[in-house]
């Protein structure tokens, strides 16, 4: 039994936990034992001594590497904030219930991770000219309505090449400088800064370079912005890969005098360079105060902010909402879909009845 205390488990056996939202917004470097688990199934038992990165597909010469034959590469590191599309799901099933974990706002972490770039140990394989697509496949079994598959992604191959800049995704083997723990997917995990969480697979096993997308089931038929749950939308709606804007209030300090300290996270768009410009709160949703912004930021990651104002007595909910330096904003309400993702609407914060 995981410990309950760090983390709200929604799911126990297969690992689904998020942090109090309170524990959340303390730290712009997410603590492991706040950081979110998302887990399709039990974590899979992996042997070191045997374990083996395969490289295969559209490369001059396919690759199987060690740990140790991977800690050859030069190292990298990186900060990236890790959201699951499905953050705030719970939302949209207020609107008309959908399926999946019921995260409430706590489905995000920020980190630091350590590794080496994935381009490094992809070139060294030698991407032929025709690929288009790098696949990723975890070695955890899901039981997927009957049948066991792996969890898999992929990511453009311009993505998966990239050298520079924050960008760059990673092989990681470690996390904040330390080991990844099981549940974040020991020994190795892809990193993709800027892409929902789905697209950094945990127990890496193996990558395949190729001409086209991975037709994954976690790929092609989830994962995708649909409004219903038919053959029709899964095959017209393509794989969602960017994160967009969000911002959410986590948690509320009430003085007697009716003021209150607010603060929260808030996520500028998946672009290199973007950062959040405005946080803005209101219990009314017509007066709205601007929040201050925390010092650290960087591209991919998230942004602290905290506000101290008043709030009138009997006040029921604050509202958040943010803009970024891309020009998007989070609008007041978004569009219902049928697996519950991308909710960023205002995010709303329930006050306790005070007197
Ligand atoms: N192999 C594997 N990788 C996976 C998953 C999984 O179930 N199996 N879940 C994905 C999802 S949906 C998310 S949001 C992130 C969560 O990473 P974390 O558990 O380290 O926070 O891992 C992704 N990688
Ligand atoms: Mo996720």
């Not at 209101?282 to 998230?302: I, K, P, Q």
């Amino acid at each position: 039994m995981p410990d309950t205390k760090d983390l709200i488990y929604r799911s126990v056996h297969t690992r689904n936990g998020e942090p109090h939202l309170q524990n959340l917004a303390k730290n712009w470097l997410t603590p492991q034992p706040y950081f979110y688990v998302r887990s399709h199934a039990s974590n899979p038992a992996i042997n070191l001594n045997t374990f083996r990165l395969e490289v295969v597909g559209m490369v001059r010469q396919s690759g199987s590497f060690s740990m140790q034959d991977l800690s050859k590469f030069p190292s990298a590191s990186t900060m990236a904030t890790m959201v699951c599309a499905g953050n705030r799901r719970s939302e949209h099933s207020r609107v008309r219930p959908v399926e999946g974990v019921q995260w409430d706002a706590g489905a995000i972490g920020n980190a630091s991770w350590q590794g080496v770039l994935m381009a490094d140990v992809l070139k060294a394989c030698g991407v032929l000219p025709e690929a288009r697509h790098v696949w990723f496949e975890g070695l955890d079994q899901i039981d997927n309505e009957g049948e066991t598959i792996g969890f898999g992604a992929s990511i453009p191959i311009e993505k998966g090449l990239t050298q520079c800049g924050s960008g760059a995704p990673l092989l990681c083997h470690s996390m904040n400088g330390k080991p990844l723990t099981h549940d974040h997917g020991f020994p190795l995990r892809s990193i993709v800064p800027g892409y929902i969480g789905a697209r950094s697979v945990k127990w890496l096993g193996k990558i395949i370079v190729s001409d086209r997308p991975s037709p994954n089931y976690f790929m092609a038929a989830d994962y995708k912005l649909v409004g219903q749950l038919n053959p029709l939308d899964w095959s017209e709606a393509g794989p969602i890969y960017r994160f967009p804007i969000n911002a959410v209030i986590c948690d509320v300090e009430t003085r007697p005098d009716h003021w209150c300290t607010v603060s929260g996270y808030a996520l500028p768009t998946s672009r290199e360079g973007c950062r959040i410009s405005k946080v803005e709160v209101s219990a009314d949703g017509l007066d709205w105060y601007e929040a201050r912004l925390g010092v650290d930021a960087h591209d991919y990651c998230w942004q602290l902010w905290e506000i101290e104002m008043p709030v009138a007595q009997g006040s029921e909910e604050l509202l958040v909402r943010a803009e970024d330096t891309a020009g998007n904003f989070m609008p007041e309400r978004v569009v219902w879909n049928a697996k519950g993702y991308l909710q960023n609407s205002w995010h709303r914060f329930k006050l306790k009845s005070s007197g």
